[in-house]
């Protein structure tokens, strides 16, 4: 073999080598662009679901079960006697 005949042979063996390579890279890029996709369908599925739930919710009295908002102060240990704190929320 000449040494023009194992140029040329180095040459294709890199020009394969390269080919392979510039395929591995589009299949590795084909697979994340589907993961990708397959990633958002299962985030929009999963707004989709959150969001009909949470309309549900509101629906059947909202965040608190349709439970009535009690109007009572926080309470403070420094100046509030507790005995008539809980009074008061026993009667509200």
Known sequence: MTAEN???QIEAEKAKVEAEKKIEMAIISAQ???ENQLQVRRLESEVKIRTSS???SLE???I???MKTLKLPTFNEDKDDLDAYL???ERV
């Open 87 to 89: 009074n008061r929320f």
């Open 6 to 8: 194992k140029r040329l």
């Open 54 to 56: 949470s309309a549900g």
């Open 60 to 62: 059947h009295g909202g």
């Open 64 to 66: 608190n079960g349709g």
């Open 32 to 34: 994340r662009e589907s």
